[in-house]
């Protein structure tokens, strides 16, 4: 009865909302109400879902949106969210099968199919530029159409190729737009923003692990260039107003240590130091801390670069161990939005949370997980600071992985633990076993280094190193997990196919949550790369 009565009071709420102006209801109202315990509750909270969306549908936002955040989840497939979700719960010690995460309050979901031109299961670079450029293209390729090699190295053709993104159409408009990402920000995700490219991995001109330093050029080409200098060189409009990520080196003269870690040179041969370009611009700022990070000036700073590690930043897990400090996603969101709404014909900015992807290659779930809460939170932060009525929000991940969760656990058994036969008497329900009597863990991935290698050992994750350590012995059938604390955020979920490198991408569909103008274009299952034209719908492009 208390329950209902709560229930109850969420739409009556929302009617205030329809009656007296601005924020839209949100569409459904699970997490803001106690978790239902019986089925009257089940029914009466159900009904008030529909009621919610009822009203949202009679009130779709046709405006125009001045401001468009774009959030992609690196390998946030639909299991990533449901079990970052009820990690999410269970870590702040609410019923996290109840939970939501900040963007599952969004108005308009849809799903998105990410094969690319070329791919069943693709790769971040062609899937990125579906987002941001409205076509589908082939693996590698960056902002560049389907007819181009991987390796094309001349410039010209490259620029025939280019598709123009959303990111150089606001530019061309006079509106801010900025880039930000846990991931390099010279990265496939990041990039596709600002460069054109046929090989994602020309990350910088050098030709220590890149062929594009040492090519011979046909007669009439000029040398396509790196993504670290499309950055900094990039001109639409007034140019980008904000790039934040990893990827120092990239940027750096291979004269030059890192300033974090002294005995890392940069990467780049053509002399050219592109953090002190960047700086030398009027009203840029360049930073590579925290504490310069937290001490810009946002009066006198127009232009902000900052690059927090020498490849990728730390995941959230490991953040605060980082010797120089380093900003979270939300924190870096914020400070993008700070700097953006300054200008008063709206922003455009991309975020990813780029880690998620990594811990999933890993194989280490509770990284995966606790990146994408953290993004969640970054969502939080980017709605509370706009305006549902101009601000267009847009959350989505570019290709999904093979996480699963399996079994038959309890409600409320631990996410990260071992599955639960889920028929105990008195709340203690027994571990479930398989067909050798073993124990095993809720989530696990289709393949992956968790999975049981030739010479006999299983791995575990090295934090410090990010690679891995051998820690379990090879039985000749599945791990016995009976002492094993499978919740440690080292561990490796167990893989069906063990891989000699990173575990894979997986090819279903992943969701798309819209919040905000012409969210409600969002719907259906659509192509990847409608997501480009809703945005461009959304801003009259
Ligand atoms: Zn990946």
């Known amino acids: 009865?208390?329950?209902?009565?709560?229930?109850?009071?969420?739409?009556?709420a929302s009617l205030t909302v329809l009656g007296g102006a601005s924020a839209p209801a949100i569409a459904d109202s699970a997490s803001a109400t106690p978790v239902p315990t019986s089925g009257a509750e089940w029914f009466s909270a159900g009904r008030s879902a529909i009621e919610a969306n009822k009203l949202v549908h009679?009130?779709?936002n046709t405006r125009r949106?001045?401001?468009?955040i774009l959030f992609v989840g690196d390998g946030m497939g639909v299991s990533t969210v449901t079990a970052a979700r009820i990690l999410d719960g269970q870590q702040r010690g609410v019923d996290g099968e109840w939970n939501r995460l900040s963007f599952e309050k969004f108005s308009?979901?849809?799903l998105s199919v990410t094969a690319s031109a070329n791919q069943q299961t693709s790769d971040s670079a062609p899937t990125a530029t579906a987002m941001v450029a409205g076509i589908k293209?082939?693996?590698g390729a960056i902002s560049v159409d389907q007819s181009i090699a991987r390796k094309e190295f001349c410039a010209e053709v490259t620029r025939a190729k280019s598709v123009k993104t959303i990111m150089e159409r606001a530019e061309e408009r006079g509106m801010s737009t900025g880039v930000v990402s846990t991931a390099r920000i010279t990265h496939a995700t990041p990039s596709v923003n600002y460069a054109h490219v046929s090989n994602r991995d020309?990350?910088?001109?050098?030709?220590?692990d890149s062929d594009l330093g040492a090519t011979v050029l046909p007669a009439g080409c000029t040398k396509v260039k790196d993504i670290a200098a499309q950055l900094v060189d990039f001109n639409v409009g007034n140019g980008l107003e904000v790039a934040l990520g990893g990827g120092r080196p990239y940027f750096e003269p291979n004269t030059k240590a890192d300033p974090e870690y002294p005995t890392r040179m940069g990467r780049r041969t053509d002399g050219r130091d592109l953090t002190a370009e960047w700086a030398a611009k009027p009203g840029a700022a360049y930073v590579w801390n925290k504490a310069q990070f937290d001490a810009v000036d946002l009066r006198r700073t127009s232009r902000l670069l900052g690059l927090f590690e020498p490849s990728h930043v730390k995941y959230e897990a490991d953040r605060a161990n980082d010797a120089a400090g380093e900003p979270s996603l939300a924190e870096m969101t914020r400070k993008?939005?700070?700097m953006l709404q300054k200008n008063p014909r709206g922003f455009y900015l991309m975020v990813e949370g780029g880690r998620i992807d990594h811990a999933h290659h890993a194989g280490n779930a509770y990284r995966a997980l606790t990146d994408t809460i953290a993004m969640a939170e970054a969502v939080k932060v980017a709605r509370e600071m706009t305006d549902d009525e101009d601000t267009l929000i847009v959350v989505t991940a570019d290709h999904s992985h093979t996480l699963s969760i399996a079994g038959y656990p309890s409600r409320g058994n631990p996410i990260l633990g071992k599955a639960d036969t889920g028929l105990g008497l008195l709340g203690v329900s027994p571990v479930a076993k398989d067909s050798l009597g073993l124990p095993y863990t809720t989530l696990g991935y289709l393949n992956g280094p968790g999975g049981w290698t030739g010479n006999g050992s299983r791995r575990e994750l090295n934090p410090a190193t990010e690679l891995y350590?051998?820690?379990i012995p090879f039985s000749g059938k599945r791990p016995d997990l009976t002492n094993v604390d499978t919740t440690n955020p080292n561990y490796l979920q167990e893989a069906a196919i063990p891989t000699v490198g990173a575990e894979t991408h997986a090819g279903e569909e992943v969701a798309i949550y819209a919040n905000g103008p012409r969210s409600y274009l969002v719907r259906g299952t659509l192509e990847q790369n409608a997501i480009y034209h809703v945005m461009a719908n959304a801003l009259g492009l």
């Open 202 to 208: 020309w990350e910088a001109n050098n030709t220590i």
């Open 108 to 110: 308009d979901l849809a």
């Open 336 to 338: 993008s939005i700070q």
């Open 137 to 139: 293209t082939n693996d």
């Open 1 to 12: 009865m208390k329950s209902n009565s709560r229930i109850s009071l969420v739409v009556a």
């Open 469 to 471: 350590t051998a820690e």
């Open 58 to 60: 009679r009130e779709l």
């Open 65 to 68: 949106a001045k401001n468009v």
